[in-house]
């Protein structure tokens, strides 16, 4: 299965995997990442220079992560603490075609930490990327 997290943090490579799979109104979404990348400083630069490779997840900006956090938080799938609210995700999508691929993800990426809430949800975002 291709990711397709055409929401543009990261420009698809992190966040996308919610959206696409929870089928999320495309114009919401992009104008929830929107929001969450404005309210964090992130430059359309930060993002080039990620998607090139030119900065490395584990190098990313805090306001880059922070990003992430914010967009999962808005989106309803984690706590301002950095929690991944496991249940409300796996209840978002019992209905869906993802419902196994997303509790296999949950259960390997929920237990991913990182040194604050924005880290974790960078980390968190990641590893659902790295499933892909």
Not at 4 to 28: E, H, K, R
Not at 61 to 82: A, E, P, R
Request: some cysteine; aromatic content about 6%; hydrophobic content about 40%.
């Amino acid at each position: 299965m291709r990711a397709t997290f055409a929401l543009t943090l990261l420009l698809g490579c992190l966040s996308g995997i919610l959206a696409q799979q929870a089928n999320i109104d495309s114009s919401v979404s992009k104008e929830l990442v929107t929001d969450c990348l404005k309210e964090n400083g992130v430059t359309p630069q930060d993002l080039a220079d990620l998607q090139s490779g030119k900065v490395k997840a584990e190098d990313a900006k805090d306001n880059v992560k922070c990003s992430s956090q914010c967009i999962l938080v808005k989106s309803g799938f984690m706590d301002s603490t950095g929690k991944l609210l496991t249940d409300k995700i796996k209840s978002y999508y019992a209905n869906s075609n993802f419902k196994d691929v997303i509790e296999k993800d949950l259960d390997r990426c929920s237990v991913v930490k990182g040194a604050n809430a924005c880290d974790t949800a960078f980390k968190i975002l990641s590893c659902f990327q790295a499933a892909n």
